[in-house]
């Protein structure tokens, strides 16, 4: 059973039951009406026993009746809410389909998902065309009763209107235009503004106050570092949260954003240790060292095949023909698939969902090192300040001393590529780490490290463009031996090899300026600090 997605684009109004139907044909960009039709909906929504997914601004339901009956997920996003549609299964229209609940795994936890609500809708449905007889936006009058099955929850009814974007209207300007003029009319009509972000906010209402909440950020004074440092560590476990069901979608850099925020989650963890301590913290570290290595092996794959692709179209030689490019291009996708793959497979796992929930309780209730001085560990207490500067200063050192030896070892001819190609992307590393604790105690302290912050992604850009042509090259070798084994002309390759090599010798040239940016800022920062 697959899925099928579109972007949700609308306004809603609330609407007395006297008021006249507006008639939109005469708002520019609109030429005609089309009949209208009535549709009797009938939906009932999920959630867990805490309402993750409502909280979230997350819908799921299964609806009869209309167009488009099955089940429906609605995400949010920045132009509009982003609406995942799976058929029912005949032979067990109520079990949720396993693409559905992939979804929403991340944000439920993997706790199981019981109806919460029912809405039934009988919707006046009237499409406006455009000139060209396309449609261009559906107007819905929907006179709506609704059931909570929340402990507390009622019965209701109420009357709205919304007016969606259709198809490709609802990613251009002409539809926003027309959105805009559209609602105008709507108000004159006799409408307000809805005060509800959906149906099933509206059919909730007060008796979401009876359902539990899920664990909570822990409340700690906001003069506290250690408020800082939960606020911190939550933003990103967060935005894994959020990246989840775009990497099982394959969206475009979505396994970049999920690998950065679990490295950055990780790095501030080591520079928040000794203001959080304990064993469960490692322990947490390191699991989220092994995501980001899945996550690694994707984001390489995909990087590889990126730059492949546009290496071959800019290649004007003339010496790699149709078919050692689709071969090359191919190949390269396959090796992406897979690796995709075992990344799902890795979101799929109850490992993860333990690290989730994990993150959660440390969230809510953090091992302070304060509490472990009441508890006689005098070891682990420090000042809050004292440990981040202290961790910052062991990364800035870190770094120098990488930076150093990077730069003997690439001006020494003798020794073999490898060698000194990875001195250069250990100092990479140092960077970030430097970057990430930086803006950590940044956070979390008065310490002033927006300039060395700024420094240190500088030189992660400049040693990051080096490193995937390394990356790259790599790959070109791996699939030139390929080539060979199957007695292929290998030719090609070496074009593309030669030509990383360029790239990469190129993106150097901004090192030592980059490295200046950060020892300059970094001593400013130091400066001010004493």
């Not at 969902?353 to 509490?371: N, S, Y």
């Amino acid at each position: 059973m697959g899925t099928a997605t579109n972007l949700e684009v609308e306004i809603k109004f609330s609407a007395t039951e006297e008021l006249a139907v507006p008639d939109l044909t005469h708002v520019s960009g609109c030429e005609a009406a089309r009949e209208t039709v009535v549709h009797r909906l009938s939906a009932v929504y999920f959630d867990t026993p805490d309402l993750r997914l409502t909280r979230a601004k997350v819908t799921l339901r299964r609806r009869t009746g209309g167009k488009d009956a099955g089940w429906h997920i609605k995400l949010p996003g920045e132009q509009g809410r982003l609406e995942i549609h799976a058929d029912s299964d005949p032979a067990d229209p109520e079990r949720i389909p396993a693409e559905i609940l992939a979804t929403v795994r991340a944000l439920s936890r993997g706790q199981s998902l019981e109806p919460i609500a029912r809405v039934d809708n009988e919707r006046h449905e009237t499409v406006y065309e455009d000139a060209a007889g396309e449609a261009l936006a559906e107007f819905c009058d929907d006179h709506v009763s609704a059931r909570s099955f929340l402990p507390t929850g009622t019965a209701r009814r109420w009357r709205e209107w919304e007016i969606e974007l259709a198809g490709p209207a609802a990613e251009t300007k002409r539809g926003a235009k027309f959105l805009r003029k559209a609602s105008k009319v709507v108000r004159a009509a006799g409408a307000s503004d809805s005060d509800s972000p959906s149906k099933l906010v509206a059919a909730l209402g007060e008796s979401i106050a009876a359902a539990p909440t899920p664990p909570q950020l822990a409340e700690l004074p906001s003069s506290s570092p250690a408020a800082g440092v939960v606020a911190a560590l939550a933003q990103n476990r967060d935005r894994i949260v959020e990246m989840d069901p775009r990497v099982r979608r394959d969206e475009w850099d979505s396994i970049h954003q999920m690998r950065v925020a679990t490295r950055e989650l990780r790095s501030h963890m080591r520079t928040f240790e000794g203001i959080l301590v304990g064993k469960a913290y490692g322990h947490i570290e390191q699991e989220l060292k092994a995501l980001a290595g899945i996550l690694g092996q994707a984001r390489d794959a995909e990087v590889v095949a990126e730059r492949m692709a546009h290496l071959i179209e800019a290649e004007d030689s003339g010496m790699i023909d149709e078919t050692t490019r689709t071969r090359v291009l191919q190949g390269l996708h396959r090796d992406y698939r897979r690796a995709h793959a075992r990344v799902v497979k890795v979101l799929d796992s109850e490992r993860y969902l333990t690290l989730l929930r994990d993150l959660d309780e440390l969230l809510a209730h953090p091992p302070l090192a304060d509490d472990a001085h009441e508890a006689g560990d005098t070891a682990a207490a420090a000042e809050p300040e004292q440990v981040l500067a202290s961790h910052l200063d062991d990364a800035y050192r870190r770094l120098v001393k990488r930076h150093k030896k990077a730069v003997a070892l690439w001006a020494d001819q003798e020794l073999d590529l490898h060698t000194r190609e990875n001195a250069v992307h250990n100092m990479r590393k140092a960077a970030k780490k430097l970057r990430y604790s930086a803006d950590a105690a940044g956070a979390a302290t008065s310490l002033k490290t927006k300039k060395v912050v700024k420094a240190c992604k500088r030189m992660q850009s400049v040693l990051g463009d080096f490193q995937d042509t390394v990356t790259s090259r790599d790959m070109i070798v791996r699939l030139a031996l390929r080539a060979r084994a199957k007695g292929e002309d290998t030719f090609a390759y070496g074009l593309l090899y030669q030509k990383e090599r360029q790239l990469g010798l190129q993106a150097l040239s901004g090192y030592e300026e980059s490295f200046d940016a950060i020892r300059a800022a970094y001593t400013k920062m130091r400066g001010r600090r004493r």
